[in-house]
């Protein structure tokens, strides 16, 4: 039967060919893609753009960041499906090598004139990015990543220690975005928060108070607050006019909740609710009253949420996208691609995206059907 076998297909016995190098860099790519994470993925979601095309931007553990149009991912997936694919592997519009460490996050700046799109990741860096400069990209994908220059690169401060000793450069694992008074915030790993001028690029306050490293980190505009979530299982509202901390709120207080921390945290567009998830569950707060309205435990870790109106979006270590009320009832589950979701987004039409391990993004509509599952490619190193 070998013999048969060999015969019919002599070519695939002729070894005279091979490439070995070329063979353990495909496996060695493969192996790169399937374990990458996507830790943020964002719409661009601009009232006054033209282009019908949705576009999404992508921050990824290899320290890439990405822009993609949500309708080459539609096509891609509806391709692969045709041949059987698991999940269509897309060509970015664009792609940097933004960090030299993974990038953690995303967030987009909205000026009308020349919107930016600002990274953070494991290099203690802030830098933003010309959005146009990523929409449209003229140099082959195969020749990106160094090819764009940030219009913003901040590096976090060191501290000076006994003798002069100066600290390792503490990472950034989130950002938030203030346009109102053009400030964006970074929660760092050294348990501060830091607030710097876009204008200028100048550091204008760090917020010290938490005794762990920051995971997440909101903004709330009209009161001029923001918002942190930490390792040392409080989240802390501060004062952007000062640098103090106003209030201390202890989401895992109850047993359920005991040693764990908070992952990511949320303010819904009214700015009178927060929402802080942590390893275990959710817990929303009343900001007028600063009381606790709900703990849930959802058995798992939770690594992103969002507000959707009057309700709340969450993803985490479950490859599921849960929809709650915001008196915690539950109102769907759905299944989503990546095992583990680092990030959900939403569109002003109501899809949203989901990415996380795997490399991974799964784009859902607004009646819970699944557009597209895409897999981003990397930088090609």
């Keep these: 039967m070998a013999m048969a076998a060999a015969q019919a297909h002599p070519a695939s016995m002729d070894a005279r060919g091979w490439d070995e190098a070329s063979y353990r860099r495909g496996i060695l790519r493969a192996r790169d893609l399937s374990s990458r994470t996507l830790f943020r993925a964002v719409f661009f979601d601009h009232t006054d753009d033209t282009d019908p095309d949705?576009?999404?931007?992508?921050?990824?553990?290899?320290?890439?960041?990405?822009?993609?149009?949500?309708?080459?991912?539609?096509?891609?997936?509806?391709?692969?499906?045709?041949?059987?694919?698991?999940?269509?592997?897309?060509?970015?519009?664009?792609?940097?090598?933004?960090?030299?460490?993974?990038?953690?996050?995303?967030?987009?700046?909205?000026?009308?004139?020349?919107?930016?799109?600002?990274?953070?990741?494991?290099?203690?860096?802030?830098?933003?990015?010309?959005?146009?400069?990523?929409?449209?990209?003229?140099?082959?994908?195969?020749?990106?990543?160094?090819?764009?220059?940030?219009?913003?690169d901040l590096v976090n401060p060191q501290h000076e220690g006994p003798w002069g000793a100066r600290s390792p450069i503490p990472e950034n694992n989130a950002i938030a975005v203030n346009k109102q008074d053009g400030s964006i915030f970074a929660a760092a790993g050294d348990a501060c928060a830091y607030c710097w001028d876009v204008e200028t690029g100048k550091c204008k306050l760090t917020f010290k108070g938490h005794t762990d490293y920051l995971h997440s980190i909101a903004v709330r505009e009209s009161n001029r607050q923001m918002v942190t979530g930490s390792e040392d299982g409080t989240a802390r509202i501060w004062d952007c006019r000062s640098g103090k901390c106003t209030q201390v709120i202890n989401p895992v207080k109850n047993k359920a909740f005991e040693s764990s921390w908070v992952s990511c945290v949320a303010i819904d567009p009214s700015e009178t609710w927060l929402a802080c998830g942590t390893s275990s569950g959710?817990?929303?707060?009343?900001?007028?009253?600063?009381?606790?309205?709900?703990?849930?435990?959802?058995?798992?870790?939770?690594?992103?949420?969002?507000?959707?109106?009057?309700?709340?979006?969450?993803?985490?270590?479950?490859?599921?996208?849960?929809?709650?009320?915001?008196?915690?009832?539950?109102?769907?589950?759905?299944?989503?691609?990546?095992?583990?979701?680092?990030?959900?987004?939403?569109?002003?039409?109501?899809?949203?995206?989901?990415?996380?391990?795997?490399?991974?993004?799964?784009?859902?509509s607004e009646l819970g059907s699944h557009l597209c599952t895409f897999g981003s490619r990397g930088l090609d190193k």
């Excluded at 931007?57 to 320290?63: L, R």
């Excluded at 690594?303 to 009057?310: I, P, S, V």
């Excluded at 490859?319 to 008196?327: G, K």
């Design 282 to 364: 959710i817990s929303v707060w009343s900001l007028l009253s600063n009381e606790c309205i709900f703990n849930l435990d959802c058995h798992a870790p939770v690594q992103d949420l969002l507000f959707d109106k009057n309700q709340i979006l969450a993803v985490g270590a479950e490859p599921m996208l849960s929809r709650f009320t915001i008196n915690g009832t539950v109102l769907s589950q759905i299944k989503c691609a990546p095992q583990s979701a680092f990030s959900v987004s939403i569109h002003s039409s109501g899809m949203a995206a989901v990415a996380g391990y795997g490399g991974l993004v799964d784009v859902i």
């Design 54 to 152: 949705v576009l999404l931007a992508a921050a990824s553990s290899d320290g890439s960041l990405a822009s993609f149009s949500l309708s080459s991912c539609i096509s891609a997936a509806s391709a692969s499906s045709q041949l059987e694919a698991a999940v269509a592997l897309v060509d970015p519009v664009c792609i940097v090598q933004a960090h030299s460490g993974p990038a953690y996050d995303a967030r987009f700046y909205p000026d009308p004139q020349q919107p930016l799109l600002f990274s953070c990741g494991d290099d203690g860096r802030i830098r933003g990015w010309r959005w146009h400069e990523m929409q449209s990209c003229l140099v082959p994908l195969s020749l990106q990543g160094d090819h764009l220059e940030p219009a913003l």
